[in-house]
């Protein structure tokens, strides 16, 4: 009996030590992109990947200014204070890397996919990052205060002003400027705005001037000025730059064309305009009042689809690439999300001390938001992002077809936790757990 027992011992960690390596096997077959050694058990499968990020808060230690987010949702950026520039992946508040970007940072924007971010502030020089590396790309002295810099969708492009009013234009590759234009006023957060692919910039002035610019990127030479009644305060231009709004210290909002310096409708608030947002086609505009006011628009009328009154003034107020989430952060900490069809907020909280900026990812689903008082940068996600990243053959060993060995082993996926979903042509299982992955029939 013992010899037996034995026996099955052995044979029994002879089959282990065989799946061991057939796992590991299974695994570099998949990562290479290669299908598995045909058997009669042959099934096609599919692998989504559902990020398991959670909701967070990093608390930097200093008051934070301004924040960006790259449209996919999955990098962020943060300006402080103490001149810290702090770089996060959604999926953990543990930052992916710290850079000092001089003294006061005003102003960061991340290019659309997350490869490159720029910053300026208080130590006047530009910025340029990779998202590889705190050590910049390059810098430029601009011999002001930087108060506004973006970068195109594409990362081509930056764009940047400060208190002596001149504009700033550079291809990426270079931090020899294309060319500058003195658009005769101070420039502040968020009075420049350029299209995705960095053909169209426009640019809002404060005193004298008091104009809203629009360039093309080939030319200092504006396309057409338009002068407020005082302080154009924040522009915003769609994807395509077909279409640019203007918030302004006159109280009104402004609504054109690209082909014409005449707007095609404005708006008069019971305060300043001091933020403005717009869908990537053009079709929504949002608009934050000192009034306490969000109003939203519908870019074929003047007259609000809605609007929604804080208890402060919103600080921050952007609307998704897409069009249909809209998130607002005021001056004494609230924050409200919400959909574009319904002033309800899908949620809403009062537990910051002053929310100086905010962003939001293309499709709406993740935002993120600073509290300049609090010190922190807040993430919250509402949805979870579903990718099917490739298709693959796997041997599967089906017991009484019901139940299934998958030998399958993955850990992270772009530095995060993840849920993988298995998807077969032919199983009668629903679901199987092997530590932090999850595999399931999506056919049944």
């Given at each position: 009996?013992?010899r037996?027992?034995?026996?099955?011992l052995?044979?029994f960690?002879?089959?282990?030590?065989?799946?061991?390596?057939?796992?590991?096997?299974?695994?570099n077959s998949?990562?290479?992109?290669?299908?598995?050694?045909n058997?009669?058990?042959?099934?096609?499968?599919?692998?989504?990947?559902?990020e398991?990020?959670?909701n967070?808060?990093?608390?930097?230690?200093?008051?934070?200014?301004?924040?960006?987010?790259?449209?996919?949702?999955?990098?962020?950026?943060?300006?402080?204070?103490?001149?810290?520039l702090?770089?996060?992946?959604?999926?953990?508040?543990?930052?992916?890397?710290?850079?000092?970007?001089?003294?006061?940072?005003?102003?960061?924007?991340?290019?659309?996919?997350?490869?490159?971010?720029?910053?300026g502030?208080?130590?006047?020089?530009?910025?340029l990052?990779?998202?590889?590396?705190?050590?910049?790309?390059?810098?430029?002295?601009?011999?002001?205060?930087?108060?506004?810099?973006?970068?195109?969708?594409?990362?081509?492009y930056?764009?940047?002003?400060?208190?002596?009013?001149?504009?700033?234009?550079?291809?990426?590759?270079?931090?020899?400027?294309?060319?500058?234009?003195?658009?005769?006023?101070?420039?502040?957060?968020?009075?420049?705005?350029?299209?995705?692919?960095?053909?169209?910039?426009?640019?809002?002035?404060?005193?004298?001037?008091?104009?809203?610019?629009?360039?093309?990127?080939?030319?200092?030479?504006?396309i057409?000025t338009?002068?407020?009644?005082?302080?154009?305060?924040n522009?915003?231009?769609?994807?395509?730059?077909?279409?640019?709004?203007?918030?302004?210290?006159?109280?009104?909002?402004?609504?054109?064309?690209?082909?014409s310096?005449?707007?095609?409708?404005?708006?008069?608030?019971?305060?300043?305009?001091?933020?403005?947002?717009?869908?990537?086609?053009?079709?929504?505009?949002?608009?934050g009042s000192?009034?306490?006011?969000?109003?939203?628009?519908?870019?074929?009328?003047?007259?609000?689809?809605?609007?929604y009154?804080?208890?402060?003034?919103?600080?921050?107020?952007?609307?998704?690439?897409?069009?249909?989430?809209?998130v607002?952060?005021?001056?004494?900490?609230?924050?409200?999300?919400?959909?574009?069809?319904?002033?309800?907020?899908?949620?809403?909280?009062?537990?910051g001390?002053?929310?100086?900026?905010?962003?939001i990812?293309?499709?709406?689903?993740?935002?993120?938001?600073?509290?300049?008082?609090?010190?922190?940068?807040?993430?919250?996600?509402?949805?979870?992002?579903?990718?099917?990243?490739?298709?693959?053959?796997?041997t599967?060993?089906?017991?009484?077809?019901?139940?299934?060995?998958?030998?399958?082993?993955?850990?992270?996926?772009?530095?995060?936790p993840?849920?993988?979903?298995?998807s077969?042509?032919?199983?009668?299982?629903?679901?199987v757990?092997?530590?932090?992955v999850t595999?399931?029939?999506e056919?049944?």
């Amino acid at each position: 009996m013992k010899r037996n027992n034995l026996l099955l011992l052995i044979t029994f960690l002879t089959v282990f030590i065989f799946l061991g390596f057939f796992a590991v096997y299974s695994l570099n077959s998949m990562e290479k992109n290669q299908y598995l050694p045909n058997q009669d058990n042959f099934n096609k499968l599919k692998l989504n990947i559902t990020e398991t990020y959670s909701n967070w808060t990093y608390n930097a230690g200093t008051g934070v200014i301004c924040i960006d987010m790259s449209r996919d949702g999955l990098y962020i950026i943060a300006g402080c204070f103490n001149g810290s520039l702090i770089l996060f992946h959604r999926s953990s508040s543990t930052p992916i890397w710290k850079a000092y970007a001089g003294d006061y940072v005003h102003s960061v924007s991340i290019s659309a996919n997350g490869e490159y971010i720029v910053a300026g502030g208080n130590g006047q020089i530009l910025y340029l990052f990779s998202k590889e590396s705190s050590t910049p790309i390059w810098t430029k002295a601009l011999n002001t205060d930087i108060r506004c810099v973006v970068i195109s969708a594409n990362g081509e492009y930056i764009a940047s002003g400060g208190v002596d009013g001149v504009l700033w234009v550079f291809n990426t590759s270079s931090s020899t400027p294309l060319w500058t234009y003195n658009v005769g006023g101070e420039m502040n957060m968020d009075y420049i705005a350029i299209s995705d692919n960095g053909s169209y910039i426009a640019c809002g002035s404060r005193e004298p001037s008091n104009k809203l610019y629009l360039f093309r990127i080939d030319s200092s030479t504006p396309i057409w000025t338009y002068t407020t009644g005082y302080r154009a305060e924040n522009t915003a231009i769609s994807s395509d730059g077909s279409y640019i709004v203007c918030g302004s210290a006159d109280k009104n909002l402004y609504f054109f064309h690209k082909s014409s310096s005449t707007p095609l409708w404005s708006f008069t608030a019971g305060e300043y305009i001091d933020m403005v947002s717009i869908s990537g086609d053009g079709s929504y505009i949002v608009a934050g009042s000192m009034d306490n006011n969000l109003y939203v628009f519908n870019k074929n009328s003047s007259t609000p689809m809605w609007n929604y009154h804080f208890g402060s003034k919103p600080e921050a107020s952007v609307i998704s690439q897409d069009g249909k989430y809209i998130v607002s952060v005021t001056t004494s900490g609230q924050i409200g999300y919400f959909s574009i069809d319904n002033s309800t907020p899908l949620y809403f909280a009062d537990n910051g001390t002053y929310f100086n900026d905010a962003a939001i990812s293309s499709n709406g689903h993740q935002i993120t938001y600073v509290d300049i008082y609090g010190n922190t940068v807040s993430h919250l996600a509402f949805k979870k992002e579903i990718i099917t990243i490739l298709e693959f053959n796997a041997t599967i060993n089906t017991i009484q077809g019901e139940n299934c060995n998958i030998f399958l082993n993955i850990e992270n996926y772009q530095s995060a936790p993840i849920l993988v979903n298995i998807s077969l042509t032919s199983s009668a299982f629903e679901s199987v757990k092997l530590n932090n992955v999850t595999l399931k029939n999506e056919t049944n």
